[in-house]
Nanobody
Framework: QVQLVESGGGLVQPGGSLRLSCAASGNIFNLNAINSMGWYRQAPGKQRESVAI???????NYADSVKGRFTVTRVSAKNTVYLQMNSLKPEDTAVYYCHMMSAGLSFWGQGTQVTVSS
């Protein structure tokens, strides 16, 4: 079993920044076999979408809507992934979910709310 715990969400004004964190814990086998970690988001009434994913070898992939504004990083020793969000827009408002792929299994966090509003 793996637990993913997100933190760092909140209310921010347009143009502001937030840094999300996701710490993975639990089954040692899965923590040592991580294929990718990253972030998805879901706004009310909309489909969940991929935001930023980083692979085992450190290659990041970003949604076009966040490219140039968001940065995903991972600290392997801490089993933690971060999402630095800059130049935030109201359209970024959503629940952000941490996700991990490990040993062919998919794991999800509970989500953290990000609200971008004046």
């Amino acid at each position: 079993q793996v637990q993913l715990v997100e933190s760092g969400g909140g209310l921010v004004q347009p143009g502001g920044s937030l840094r999300l964190s996701c710490a993975a814990s639990g089954n040692i086998f899965n923590l040592n076999a991580i294929n990718s970690m990253g972030w998805y988001r879901q706004a009310p009434g909309k489909q969940r979408e991929s935001v930023a994913i980083i692979t085992r070898v450190g290659a990041p992939n970003y949604a076009d809507s966040v490219k140039g504004r968001f940065t995903v990083t991972r600290v392997s020793a801490k089993n933690t992934v971060y999402l630095q969000m800059n130049s935030l827009k109201p359209e970024d408002t959503a629940v952000y979910y941490c996700h991990m792929m490990s040993a062919g299994l998919s794991f999800w966090g509970q989500g953290t709310q990000v609200t971008v509003s004046s």
